[in-house]
């Protein structure tokens, strides 16, 4: 079975519409996170979660919004899309990162058009 | 800017030889990791060094780290067409940041 599972793989959209990625995770890690890779392949952390709460927020539009139900959900909405989203949205989870790697969902492929 | 640099950016080999990509960072870590990424897919750890020790092996990949200089290589041996992936370099920060700090990677090519 597959430990972090995003959904949709693939989503194509309209400039200004909204819409929202899910990821889970089964490997019982306390944190999760969103990275966001650009066209030339540099990954940026966007959030963390430890345990549904928020831990991490760097730099990013007020128009992302994540959500952790529970601790094994950590979703991401997004408002009003612009061009500049495109890219590749990537879902991770760690059961401690000073001392383990982090598991990387298959991506989620996010084009603005 | 990125806290690690990968370097070089590419790197074409055939098989049977050996990948070595190099990793610089800028400021003190807990550890340093590193990642595979086969085209159009996740990443993949495939080992993680702790900032007090300076070599690690895991089946045909050695990992050294020298903290005074701040970086790391990854030595892949025996390189086969599989290996043809990016790798990144990624470091933990110390003073409990929580979150992992990725390079640019490098590109491998390996040809049968």
């Known amino acids: 079975d597959t430990a972090v599972s995003q959904t949709p793989k693939y989503l194509v959209t309209q400039m200004g519409n909204d819409k929202s990625i899910k990821c889970e995770q089964n490997?019982?890690?306390?944190?999760m996170y969103w990275y966001k890779q650009d066209s030339k392949k540099f990954l940026k952390i966007m959030f963390s979660?430890?345990?549904?709460?928020?831990?991490i927020n760097e730099t990013v539009p007020n128009r992302f919004s994540p959500k952790s139900p529970d601790k094994a959900h950590l979703n991401l909405h997004i408002n009003s899309l612009e061009l500049g989203d495109s890219a590749v949205y990537f879902c991770?989870?760690?059961?401690?990162?000073?001392?383990?790697?982090?598991?990387f969902g298959s991506g989620t492929r996010l084009t603005v058009v | 800017s990125q806290q690690g640099e990968e370097d070089p950016q590419a790197l074409s080999i055939q098989e049977g030889e050996n990948a070595t990509m190099n990793c610089s960072y800028k400021t003190s870590i807990n550890n340093l990791q590193w990642y595979r990424q086969n085209s159009g897919r996740g990443l993949v750890h495939l080992i993680l060094i702790r900032s007090n020790e300076r070599e690690k092996h895991s089946g045909r990949l050695r990992v050294t780290l020298d903290t005074s200089k701040k970086s790391s290589s990854l030595l892949i041996t025996a390189s086969r067409a599989a290996d043809t992936a990016s790798y990144f370099c990624?470091?933990?920060?110390?003073?409990?940041?929580?979150?992992?700090?990725f390079g640019a990677g490098t590109r491998l090519a390996v040809h049968p």
């Open positions: 990624a470091t933990a920060l110390s003073g409990g940041y929580n979150k992992l700090i």
């Open positions: 991770a989870s760690s059961s401690d990162p000073e001392v383990y790697g982090y598991t």
């Open positions: 979660y430890n345990n549904k709460e928020l831990i």
């Open positions: 490997l019982g890690h306390d944190t």
